[in-house]
């Protein structure tokens, strides 16, 4: 079992920058794939971003594929996503999550152990 916690989020004007944080218990964290999603006020939770075990492969949404960034350190347990030139259709509920089904789909059923979701807005 992982425990989540995201954080990080805030209020920003378009073009800066943020660093959402996902913080995890349990001692087997360096062994899953993880993955941020983010979810808008309407719509359905969608795949920001993912990274295997050890970090070493990345995948990205293409509406977000050279703007952010997405890293973990498996000794503090901790997953980053690092979000430049931020665009005001980034506003969205940003959730971490543990890839527990090995299909490569990025579905958030693939999915679990959500944490609670840190609010990122970007005004225009």
């Known amino acids: 079992q992982v425990q989540l916690v995201e954080s990080g989020g805030g209020l920003v004007q378009a073009g800066g920058s943020l660093r959402l944080s996902c913080a995890a218990s349990g001692r087997t964290f360096s062994t899953y794939a993880m993955g941020w999603f983010r979810q808008a006020p309407g719509k359905e939770r969608e795949f920001v971003a993912a990274l295997n075990w050890s970090g070493g492969y990345t995948i990205y949404a293409d509406s977000v594929k050279g703007r952010f960034t997405i890293s973990r350190d498996n000794i503090k347990n901790t997953v980053y996503l690092q979000m430049n030139s931020l665009k005001p259709e980034d506003t969205a509920v940003y959730y971490c999550?543990?890839?527990?089904?090995?299909?490569?789909?990025?579905?958030?059923?693939?999915?679990?152990?959500w944490g609670q979701g840190t609010q990122v807005t970007v005004s225009s």
């Open positions: 999550g543990v890839r527990y089904n090995p299909m490569p789909t990025m579905m958030p059923a693939d999915f679990g152990s």
